[in-house]
Nanobody
Framework: QVQLVESGGGLVQPGGYLRLSCAASGTFFTINAMAWYRQAPGKQRELVATITSLGSTDYADSVKGRFTISRDNAKNTVFLQMTSLKPEDTAVYYC???????????????WGQGTQVTVSS
């Protein structure tokens, strides 16, 4: 079992910034890609940013230039630095990770519980 725990959400004014963190724990041999998704009320969950184990990143067009994803492989943690926040960034943000876990190194894909980000004046 691999558990992901997010932190860092909250209420921020438009133009402000927040930093989300997601720490992985459990029995795993390797974590490959880590990613942030978000889901606004009444909308489908969407991919925000991804980062591979080697540090390659990709972003949704809506957040390019404003959000930065990074990871600390030694601490099995992924971060999302969000700047110039807009009201449309309001959503529950979820962390996702995949890799190999358990005694037999089976593939896994795990989700965090989500953290609320609200951008409002």
């Amino acid at each position: 079992q691999v558990q992901l725990v997010e932190s860092g959400g909250g209420l921020v004014q438009p133009g402000g910034y927040l930093r989300l963190s997601c720490a992985a724990s459990g029995t795993f041999f390797t974590i490959n890609a880590m990613a942030w998704y978000r889901q606004a009320p009444g909308k489908q969950r969407e991919l925000v940013a991804t980062i591979t184990s080697l540090g390659s990143t990709d972003y949704a067009d809506s957040v390019k230039g404003r959000f930065t994803i990074s990871r600390d492989n030694a601490k099995n943690t992924v971060f999302l630095q969000m700047t110039s926040l807009k009201p449309e960034d309001t959503a529950v943000y979820y962390c996702h990770a995949d890799g190999l876990s358990g005694v037999f190194a089976r593939p896994f894909g795990s989700w965090g519980q989500g953290t609320q980000v609200t951008v409002s004046s």
